[in-house]
């Protein structure tokens, strides 16, 4: 059976709920905005990145944050 310490440790807490935000946005906010993309061609040129690199940099930045904020959460002290 398990110990009544065993649940308090496994809440899901604040950190879990900035995952989660964090995970809306890698997933909705970002593939919205590349969908808008060729709309904002002089703001990415402004960046110093093409068409093509846009594509390729600007989800690979939330996917990032994404991967440290997971560790992040679940490696609490």
């Known amino acids: 059976m398990s110990d009544a310490g065993d649940d308090a440790s496994r809440e899901f807490g604040w950190r879990g709920w900035v ?3 964090w ?3 890698a997933l ?3 593939p919205a905005l590349l969908f808008y ?3 904002a061609g002089a ?3 402004s960046l110093g990145l093409g068409f093509r690199d846009a594509f390729l940099v600007l989800p690979l930045v939330p ?3 994404l991967g440290a904020l997971a560790v992040w ?3 609490r002290p």
């Open 19 to 21: 995952l989660v935000a």
């Open 23 to 25: 995970l809306l946005v």
């Open 28 to 30: 909705v906010v970002v």
């Open 37 to 39: 993309l060729p709309q």
């Open 43 to 45: 703001f990415t040129k």
């Open 63 to 65: 996917a990032l944050v």
């Open 73 to 75: 959460a679940t490696t």
